[in-house]
C-alpha cells in the first residue's frame, strides 16, 4: 500500500481533517486497493510525529461540473480499533 507522511499535509485541528493537494504527494503517489478482495481504494498515511501509520480510505468526491475536485477520505475501522482518536478524522486531497 502507498505510504505517505503527515508532513505533507495541512492539519486542519477545529475540523480535524488533513488538506493536501494531489501534486503535493509526489509524482509517484497513486491510490491503491485497501482490501484485496475489495474494490476501496486508499492510502496509508504515517505520522511524522509519531511514526504510527494509519490506513484511509476513499469516502466521497467533490465535483465541479465534470470535473473531479477532490477526494475524501476516513480512516478504516481497523486503524480506529487501533487509535479511537483517529474517530471522525477525515482526509481531503484536491485534484489540482
Request: net charge positive.
Given at each position: 500500500m502507498m505510504r505517505v507522511s503527515s508532513a505533507r499535509f495541512t492539519w486542519g485541528k477545529s475540523n480535524r481533517?488533513?488538506?493536501t493537494e494531489l501534486s503535493d504527494?509526489?509524482?509517484d503517489f497513486q491510490f491503491e486497493?485497501?482490501?484485496p478482495d475489495a474494490?476501496?481504494?486508499?492510502f496509508a498515511m504515517v505520522s511524522a510525529v509519531t511514526g504510527r501509520e494509519a490506513t484511509f480510505v476513499e469516502t466521497g468526491r467533490d465535483m465541479n461540473g465534470d470535473e473531479l475536485a477532490g477526494t475524501w477520505f476516513s480512516p478504516t475501522d481497523e486503524?480506529?480499533?487501533?487509535?479511537?482518536?483517529m474517530k471522525g478524522v477525515r482526509v481531503l486531497i484536491i485534484n489540482d
Open positions: 481533517s488533513f488538506l504527494l509526489g509524482k486497493r485497501v482490501y474494490c476501496d481504494v486508499g486503524t480506529i480499533k487501533r487509535w479511537p482518536a
